[in-house]
Structures are given as structure tokens and as C-alpha cells.
């Protein structure tokens, strides 16, 4: 596929590459110059205090790995960010 750069450094990324990531509005990505091209990769950016309620779960279940979540869903759940 071929696409053109815009004004203000601008470039539109083909439908199809759009429905195929499931990439919205909004969304953050992470771009690298690689190799003589450019990389974009989409990211998830979360506040600072989830985070480190997630660390402090991790850390916690390091002292009882008995206690477990039924899936990564129901861990973020638990603190807090709907996936």
C-alpha cells in the first residue's frame, strides 16, 4: 500500500490495516525508526496507582501463590480498569 505524507507530518493509515488491528480513536502508539522504516506499535497507557496496585498484587501473590485470579480480566478488575 502506498500513502502520502500530509501537512504537519501527517500520514493516513489504510482502512483495511485499521479494521484488521481494531485501532480507534485515540489510541497511543509507540514509533521507532527501525532499519530505514518507520515501526508503529499500539500501547495501553495506565495511570501510575494502578500500576502499582497491580505491583503490590504481583508481590503478594509471590508470598501466597495459592491465591489466584480466574483470569487476567477478573486481576485488573479487581483493581479497578475495565479490558
Known sequence: MLV???ARSQITLPIEIIKNLGINEGDKFKIEERDGG?????VVVYP???LEQLAKIIKEHKKNPSA???SVEDMFKDIGIDL
Do not use: I
Open 38 to 42: 518507520v515501526f508503529l506499535c499500539p
Open 48 to 50: 501510575k496507582a494502578k
Open 68 to 70: 489466584v485470579f480466574e
Open 4 to 6: 502520502e505524507m500530509r
